[in-house]
């Protein structure tokens, strides 16, 4: 992963991560500003740089979708127009990458999803690999089931055996499970010594304690704060939002029994990872 084109940075706390926050990202957000406000008036635009999935120079693919309308939500685009694949995609498979090499073996992967981009471009990626997919498919369904060669799974109740994974990837699905405690859970038991949970979030910085936004009991969803919903592939209507994550997760993760958990923040131009002067992913190790 090292490149004198990439900055990549540790985190273990909020401390940290503030204090490199005050010192090192003004420029990029006077920059992404900048970017947004001479294509204001384009439905898109490209911005050029180089693909780690692709291994070559490409346009990345900016628009307006998900942004509030006067900076882009760099997170989601800066699609790269060979692979498909947006900003934070990208760098996930590639960080993956660097964690199989380290292994020098094959590796069993499990995923929160199927039906997306990602996982085809994933799966074709690593096919040297055992890649395993699921969607969730509702609650009267037991794990593991297949359902039109789709495999369903509940974050709460894994169907797979005790240390039988050595790496499980989540792209923005712990804060849709009610109960992100008892995921979190099931991970630790499924992962191998030395296996590693590798997710994303809406992570609010800011703060650090998680808040809760809704709750599940008896079937019954009670609304705390405002509805909130996430685009879903197999849902119209899009996923609940039941968490707002924050720093304590880290602590949480430690006191499930994960040796490490931290969070990896990342920024490129070159590459195209853009995105509120950092852009975050969590990495928990067992």
Not at 27 to 37: D, I, M, N, T
Not at 118 to 138: A, H, Q, R, T
Not at 143 to 171: C, K, V
Not at 269 to 285: C, H, K, P, R, T
């Amino acid at each position: 992963m090292e490149s004198k084109e990439i900055e990549i940075v540790r985190f273990y706390n909020q401390e940290a991560y503030f204090n490199y926050v005050e010192k090192s990202i003004q420029e990029r957000l006077v920059f992404e500003k900048f970017l947004a406000k001479k294509n204001i008036n384009n439905k898109k635009f490209e911005f050029l740089g180089f693909c780690q999935v692709c291994a070559e120079a490409t346009s990345f693919i900016i628009d307006w979708q998900y942004s509030g309308g006067n900076v882009p939500n760099y997170r989601e685009r800066l699609v790269c127009e060979k692979c498909n694949l947006n900003n934070r995609q990208r760098f996930l498979l590639n960080l993956i990458n660097h964690f199989i090499k380290k292994m020098n073996e094959k590796v069993t992967i499990y995923l929160y999803e199927q039906i997306t981009d990602f996982y085809l471009v994933f799966s074709k990626y690593f096919n040297k690999n055992k890649i395993i997919g699921s969607e969730y498919l509702g609650f009267d369904i037991l794990p593991g089931t297949m359902i039109n060669n789709i495999r369903h799974e509940d974050a709460t109740q894994l169907s797979f055996d005790n240390e039988s994974l050595d790496i499980i990837i989540s792209q923005d699905v712990y804060e849709h499970v009610p109960d992100y405690i008892k995921s979190f859970e099931e991970t630790f038991r499924v992962l191998k010594i030395n296996g590693k949970l590798v997710f994303s979030i809406p992570f609010y910085s800011k703060e650090f304690n998680t808040k809760q936004r809704a709750k599940l009991s008896d079937n019954k969803i009670e609304y705390l704060l405002p509805e909130q919903y996430h685009g879903n592939p197999v849902s119209e209507k899009g996923s609940l939002v039941f968490w707002d994550f924050s720093w304590d997760i880290l602590d949480l993760l430690k006191k499930i029994g994960f040796k490490e958990s931290y969070i990896l923040g990342y920024y490129s131009s070159f590459y195209g990872y853009l995105g509120n002067g950092l852009q975050l992913i969590f990495v928990a190790e067992k």
